[in-house]
Every structure is written in structure tokens, then in C-alpha cells.
Nanobody
């Protein structure tokens, strides 16, 4: 059994900042990458940012220059620093972890709500 605990969501004004965290625990091992996805009402879930065990990163075009993903390998924790937030960033943000032998397993957190509104 693996557990992903997400924290840091909330309500912020446009232009504000928020920092999300995702802590992985349990039987999880050999983490290949950790990432963040988001899903807004009426829209499909989309990739926001991913970071590999070697700290390479990928970002959605819509968040480049505003969001930064990082990780603490010793704590199996990923972070998403979100700056310059826009109303269109409003969504449920989900942590995703690819792990196991050859990255065969995929786990998701429960999601945390981010609302950007004036």
C-alpha cells in the first residue's frame, strides 16, 4: 500500500502565490518521477509539471515561468511553487508518482483544491 498526501491548496487572489506539497510513503520504492496534474470543472485532467529522480523537469506551456516543481528525495516529497496565479489556474491539483521496478506502478493523491479569484 502506498500513500500520497497533498497539502497547500487554498484560495488566493490573482497574482498571488501558493506552494503545494506531496509526500509519498508506505511501500513505495524506486520513484522514477513525481508530478502534478490538475483538473478544472468541465475540463480534462492535464499535466502541470513533472520532475524526475535526476531533477529534470517538464512544464505545461501555460505555467512555464510561473510554476516551479522541486523535490526532496530523502523525504520522497515533491513541491509545486505557484507564482503569478491566474483565475484559469483554478482546479483540483493531483500529485502523481511513477515508481517500482522499471517504473511499473503509478499512484495518485486525493487532490487539493486551488482557487484563484478576486
Amino acid at each position: 500500500q502506498v500513500h500520497l498526501v497533498e497539502t497547500g491548496g487554498g484560495l488566493v487572489q490573482p497574482g498571488g502565490s501558493l506552494r503545494l506539497s506531496c509526500a509519498a510513503s508506505g511501500s513505495i520504492f524506486n520513484i522514477y518521477h513525481m508530478g502534478w496534474y490538475r483538473q478544472a470543472p468541465g475540463k480534462q485532467r492535464e499535466l502541470v509539471a513533472v520532475i524526475t529522480s535526476g531533477s529534470s523537469t517538464n512544464y505545461a506551456d501555460s505555467v512555464k515561468g510561473r510554476f516551479t516543481i522541486s523535490r526532496d528525495n530523502a523525504k520522497n516529497t515533491a513541491y509545486l511553487q505557484m507564482n503569478g496565479l491566474k483565475p484559469e489556474d483554478t482546479a483540483i491539483y493531483y500529485c502523481n508518482v511513477r515508481w517500482g521496478v522499471n517504473g511499473a506502478y503509478d499512484s495518485w493523491g486525493q487532490g487539493t483544491q486551488v482557487t484563484v479569484s478576486s
